[in-house]
């Protein structure tokens, strides 16, 4: 739900003046202009572009977030929604909800947005219209559940299973990052000594060779060594700005263009282990949502799109966006499901089951199990899974050093004997 901007030509004290207002519709201008100016009458309202000002304070605004941005940690996210949905339960009007949860939040970032929240509903916006203009921070799926919450009336419930389903997502992101932490630090060592070995130890021998004359005889291995040393002594502040540089450029790219973005994802999905992991945990996050909003009532084709927010995979997203089409047509959510070519026939004969029976929830929360169990028992053996590629990068690093250093020293106690 994107905000417009109208100007408002309205007359106060018998004069005439225009402000421009941010809202979704005409309507909405309306509501927000009478909550602010009761005593004025409206003269004409008209849609207009973006003014300069906001356009120079919105370009400031976006350099400064780059430069300084503060995020929002997902702990302080969940327990803010889960006050939201206790105070909507008890029957606290969610303005009087998002003044007293924004003035408990622990983090500062969190704080002002639900002040700037609490005066937008203030000026009349509705809370998924306020809340949309921190998507970034508060994520597309919040935006979605708060919208449900407002579609349904049931904004308890909504805010509830909102907290849940980032507690879950919040859960497999620990679990990710302490699996990856023992071969993170394994790789960081190993580096760190080639690192030593190249600037230190490396020299010493080359000093040698040159004093015997045999720089000109060196097998593979050792010049091989010897470049490396030399790239590393001499241009090593170099390669790690053009490194530095490089990640950050594939970063921007990776976000703002869109081919640049699919074609990763597409590579990311073949790539070794790192592949199933990104498809376990989105179709998880996928099936979950889903199944949460089939329970709630939610039309299918509806509950679809709020479902694909969750998927972060541009070829995953692509595919699963041809169900929505497929069931447009007419094809029931079996086939549909079944032409994306990304659920297994067990799966597929569970959801039939759950679509004929009137249980589909219940069948897509089982599907979800099964695919958090798939991503949890990945996440449990990562290190048995990674260690066997380490110790082949050790051992070919290892025999690069000892074939580097070694070979020429046989190759010169060789000659020695044989003169």
Known sequence: MSLKHFEVTYAAKGKQAKVVLQATNRAETIKIFKARNPDSSIVKIMETSVPMGET?????????????????????LIASFRQLAVM?????????????????????????IFAKVDDDLNSGLSLTASTSAFKEELGDVSIAMI?????????????????????????????????IRYPLTIVTAMALAFVILMTQVVPKFRDIFKQLGAEDKLPLPTRMLLNTESA???YGLYILAVGIVGFIFITRTYRQN????????????????????????????????LSELIRAGIPVIEALDTSLLTVTNATLQEKLSLVKISVQRGVSLTDSFRETGL??????????????SGTLDMMLSKVTDYYRDRFNAIIDNLSSYIEPILLAFLACMVLLLALGIFMPMWEMSSAVKGG
């Open 258 to 289: 869109p081919i640049f973005h699919a074609q990763c994802d597409r590579f990311m999905l073949k790539t070794y282990l790192i592949g199933k992991i990104i498809f376990f945990s989105n179709l998880n996050r996928f099936t979950l949502v």
């Open 88 to 112: 909507a339960n008890a029957g606290i009007p969610i303005h009087d909800s998002v003044k007293e949860v924004g003035k408990a939040a622990a983090d500062e970032r969190l704080r002002s």
């Open 343 to 356: 659920f297994e026939n067990m799966l597929i004969q569970m959801i039939q089951a759950g679509e004929q």
């Open 232 to 234: 590393l002594t001499n």
């Open 56 to 76: 120079l304070e919105k370009f400031k605004n976006t350099l400064t977030d780059a430069l300084f941005k503060k995020s929002v940690k997902t702990e302080f």
């Open 147 to 179: 919208e449900l919450g407002e579609n349904t009336g049931n904004m308890a419930d909504s805010l509830k299973k909102l907290a849940d389903i980032l507690e879950e997502v919040n859960e497999n992101k620990k679990k990710f990052k302490k699996a």
